[in-house]
């Protein structure tokens, strides 16, 4: 199972998005807005290039953002693909208009990416967190720089 490359590909260009980049894990797409801002998307090959065993022709998933920031929208079928793929960009063209909902809203300096469990580590639901969640380790201000998370827009959004 997984999305025919060919199909997604096709549908990603013809919403004029560009290839960018292809490596062993995936293919890389972006579409740059008129007010500067950039949709990126990712299609990821279903296998694991470690082990070598990558089948190019499919992506196992389509996901996609402002520049990593805000909402990220993930696509698991080629149907959904072509069915979702212009009411994603419509919506992350509208979110690029009101850069205010991608800020966090506790330090109001620093953006808001989607943070997601990783697989076989602690399960948690998806949600915005601020890029300032970083550990200082050393130094007076030792600790998160921001502990802020937004819950304004929504932090996933699958297509299946």
């Known amino acids: 199972m ?4 060919d199909d997604a590909s096709a549908d990603l ?3 004029v998005f560009q290839l960018l980049n292809s490596s062993g894990f995936g293919d890389s797409y972006e579409k740059v807005l008129p007010n500067g801002w950039k949709i990126t998307a990712f299609g990821s090959f279903v296998g694991n290039a470690f082990l070598g065993n990558v089948n190019r022709a499919l992506y196992e998933k ?3 953002s ?3 920031k805000g909402t990220t929208h993930v696509f698991f079928s080629g149907a959904a693909v ?3 793929l212009g009411e994603a960009v419509a919506l992350l063209s509208a979110l690029s208009t009101t850069p205010d909902l ?5 330090c109001d300096v620093c953006f808001v990416h989607t943070k997601s469990p990783m697989h076989g580590g ?3 639901r998806p949600f915005l967190s601020c890029d300032g969640m970083t550990i200082e380790r050393t130094g007076r201000g030792k600790g998160p720089l ?3 998370a937004s819950n304004r827009i929504p932090a996933l959004v699958t297509h299946r």
Do not use: V, Y
Not at 2 to 5: F, R, Y
Not at 102 to 106: I, V
């Open 13 to 15: 260009i013809a919403a």
């Open 102 to 106: 991608l800020k966090c809203p506790k």
């Open 122 to 124: 602690k399960q948690f």
């Open 62 to 64: 389509l996901s996609m």
């Open 2 to 5: 997984g999305i025919p490359k």
């Open 82 to 84: 072509a069915r979702d």
């Open 66 to 68: 402002l520049e990593g």
């Open 146 to 148: 921001c502990t802020g």
